[in-house]
């Protein structure tokens, strides 16, 4: 089993819907958890930490789920512009012991 | 402010031929990475830097490759002799002292063809 694991999609969804994705992690010893966004041929940019709380930032929301070791991307009334691929980070401890999903894949269609 | 900046964007060499790939993490920054990124892989990281010092390399494939941060503004990652499965791109990112650890500022990488 992967240490961090994220369908791979693609997800295919028309402009204006919701959707939301999760990434599983193994390592119940886990501390920080991220959501990253790359653009295709580009580089990975931080979209989001994702706290305990849970943590929106506009129209992105985010959740851990400590009891079932995953956390989710929610991301609402979705924009042509958010086609791209998400990368799922979980730090497995204080230094930067970061385990990277493979992605998945969303492409919003107008 | 100057992001993460990577130099060469990209690549093409003969297999058998020396690579070198420079990067200059943001000023200020004292954790330098250096990852890997192909199709079949994902994101692999190589090695990582604190304040000049390497202390993870357990990443890197094999001795073929090396990396050097000889001073805080400059980091090389070297490949000898190259191979066409090193084909991939090749990503530089930085961390603050005091930052999220987790957040990552990537450089625009180095795309490597060996052929």
């Known amino acids: 089993r992967k240490e961090v694991e994220q369908d791979p999609g693609p997800f295919n969804v028309p402009e204006g819907a919701t959707v939301a994705f999760n990434c599983t992690y193994s390592?119940?010893?886990?501390?920080?958890f991220f959501w990253y966004r790359q653009d295709c041929r580009k580089e990975p940019k931080l979209l989001m930490s994702v706290y305990s709380s849970g943590n929106e930032d506009g129209r992105f929301t985010a959740q851990l789920n400590r009891a079932s070791q995953y956390i989710s991307l929610l991301i609402r009334d979705s924009k042509l512009s958010d086609s791209a691929t998400y990368l799922c980070v979980v730090n497995m401890g204080s230094n930067y012991q970061l385990i990277w999903g493979a992605g998945t894949k969303l492409i919003i269609k107008p | 402010d100057a992001g993460v900046i990577q130099s060469p964007r990209h690549e093409v060499t003969e297999m058998g031929q020396e690579v070198t790939l420079r990067c200059k993490p943001i000023s200020g920054h004292d954790y330098l990475f250096w990852y890997r990124q192909t199709m079949m892989r994902g994101l692999e990281l190589l090695i990582y830097?604190?304040?000049?010092?390497?202390?993870?390399d357990s990443g890197m494939p094999e001795d073929r490759f090396s990396a050097k941060m000889p001073n805080a503004s400059f980091s090389t990652l070297k490949i000898q002799p190259s191979e066409p499965r090193d084909s991939a791109v090749y990503f530089c990112a930085s961390s603050a002292p005091r930052g999220v650890a987790g957040e990552l500022f990537f450089g625009e990488g180095s795309r490597l063809t060996v052929l």
């Open positions: 390592n119940s010893a886990s501390q920080s």
């Open positions: 830097f604190n304040n000049n010092v390497p202390i993870d």
